[in-house]
T-cell receptor, first 116, second 111 residues
Framework: DAGVTQSPTHLIKTRGQQVTLRCSPK?????VSWYQQALGQGPQFIFQ???????QRGNFPDRFSGHQFPNYSSELNVNALLLGDSALYLC???????????????FGPGTRLTVL | QKEVEQDPGPLSVPEGAIVSLNCTYS??????FMWYRQYSRKGPELLMY????GNKEDGRFTAQVDKSSKYISLFIRDSQPSDSATYLC???????????FGGGTRLMVKP
């Protein structure tokens, strides 16, 4: 049973550039959430995608955008990169449609983004 | 004030000790409570998942939720050096909804 996968593992960009991160959810899951984790802090929710639409959004600027594909995989795009965008970007998947309280979010290994 | 507060540690204990990790929160709408373990430069790994108040046990791990006090705990019995990691508490208002995390507690178990 494949877990959540993310690519790439590491990425180095310069200020002002744009970046795209990718995520494939755990087998059987239909919902993808993205989180940003700065060094030494807990993850912060960016947004969640379900049925190819943004379902919830955290307190992040419009420079952060996303997309979900029909196969449930997802992309996170960040435009006009700032030094402060350097962080571990985590993707988590879950199954919302089941309605069961046992469903929660499972995380991938993350993509470490460094902005110079 | 943060919505979820967690002592950052580090917490250092000898091997075999009982470890107690705690979080407090302010949002009374939280219904789902989770503990994740995160090794350095890795993604969080789900340890325990609890709905509403009560206790849940899984092997050496016990999770407790006290909604009246807005306080959750994770106990680790017979701690091992391999338990050395950062422990994150997380909460949500609904199943599958956005998670709000504490800042994490770094645990070190010394042989």
């Amino acid at each position: 049973d494949a877990g959540v996968t993310q690519s790439p593992t590491h990425l180095i960009k310069t200020r002002g550039q744009q970046v795209t991160l990718r995520c494939s959810p755990k087998s059987g899951h239909d919902t993808v959430s993205w989180y940003q984790q700065a060094l030494g802090q807990g993850p912060q929710f960016i947004f969640q995608y379900y049925e190819e639409e943004e379902r919830q959004r955290g307190n992040f600027p419009d420079r952060f955008s996303g997309h979900q594909f029909p196969n449930y995989s997802s992309e996170l795009n960040v435009n006009a990169l700032l030094l402060g965008d350097s962080a571990l970007y985590l993707c988590a998947s879950s199954l919302v449609a089941s309605g069961s309280y046992t469903d929660t979010q499972y995380f991938g290994p993350g993509t470490r983004l460094t902005v110079l | 004030q943060k919505e979820v507060e967690q002592d950052p540690g580090p917490l250092s204990v000898p091997e075999g000790a009982i470890v107690s990790l705690n979080c407090t929160y302010s949002n009374s709408a939280f219904q789902y409570f989770m503990w994740y373990r995160q090794y350095s430069r890795k993604g969080p790994e789900l340890l325990m998942y609890t709905y509403s108040s009560g206790n849940k046990e899984d092997g050496r791990f016990t999770a407790q939720v006290d909604k009246s006090s807005k306080y959750i705990s994770l106990f680790i019995r017979d701690s091992q050096p391999s338990d050395s990691a950062t422990y994150l508490c997380a909460m949500s208002e609904g199943a599958g909804n956005m998670l709000t995390f504490g800042g994490g507690t770094r645990l070190m178990v010394k042989p």
